[in-house]
């Protein structure tokens, strides 16, 4: 059983559309990470989040922790978006749990 | 700028061989990672290291070894015990940098074993 779950696993865009990718996880945390990973394999944080939203560009991360969930949304997409994007999850004692991540391709 | 630093990128071992993966980083952050990265799985934990001369193994910990030594560094040894270690390899640190938690990650090791 995984402690995190992301959907969709795969996900093909037009530019300029909107985007949302979410993830639920069963494990209590302290904070929600979205990572995002392009071919060749670096990951970068994009936004660690405890609770309600946050924006940076055209992207907005959001967090219901009640719920156990969150969703990443892109708005007006673009092809450099394209990459695979991680959820992670800080669990007790500096525990990270990941979702296996969704692959977004976006077309011109 | 702080970052994490592994080395090499790639890296090619014959079977039998160990090999270590170094990394790097300057953030002054107290815990590190060891991740390993297979297609179609998400991230899995090697060994983590919450302070100096302490490490705990993770789920996958067995053909494998580590040590942290210094605060700034915690290489991995793949060791001729690992039956398939050919794989993406992440290194990552997390600590407090202006009042918040951070997680940041190495640029990766690719393994191939041939």
């Known amino acids: 059983k995984n402690e995190v779950e992301q959907s969709p696993q795969n996900l093909t865009a037009q530019e300029g559309e909107f985007i949302t990718i979410n993830c639920s996880y069963s494990v209590g945390i302290s904070a929600l990470h979205w990572l995002q990973q392009h071919p060749g394999g670096g990951i970068v944080s994009l936004f660690m989040l405890s609770s309600g939203k946050k924006k940076h560009g055209r992207l907005i991360a959001t967090i219901n922790i009640q719920e156990k969930h969150s969703s990443l949304h892109i708005t007006a997409s673009h092809p450099r978006d394209s990459a695979v994007y991680i959820c992670?999850?800080?669990?007790?004692?500096?525990?990270?749990?990941f979702g296996t991540g969704t692959s977004l391709t976006v077309i011109p | 700028d702080g970052g994490i630093t592994q080395s090499p990128k790639y890296l090619f071992r014959k079977e039998g061989q160990n090999v270590t993966l170094s990394c790097e980083q300057n953030l002054n952050h107290d815990a590190m990672y060891w991740y390993r990265q297979d297609p179609g799985q998400g991230l899995r934990l090697i060994y983590y290291?919450?302070?100096?001369?302490?490490?705990q193994k993770g789920d996958i910990a067995e053909g494998y070894s580590v040590s942290r030594e210094k605060k700034e560094s915690f290489p991995l040894t793949v060791t001729s015990a690992q039956k398939n270690p050919t794989a993406f390899y992440l290194c990552?640190?997390?600590?407090?940098?202006?009042?918040?938690?951070?997680?940041?990650f190495g640029a990766g090791s690719r393994l191939t074993v041939l």
């Open positions: 990552a640190c997390t600590g407090v940098d202006s009042g918040a938690n951070v997680l940041t």
């Open positions: 290291s919450q302070i100096v001369n302490d490490f």
């Open positions: 992670a999850v800080r669990g007790a004692g500096n525990q990270f749990y």
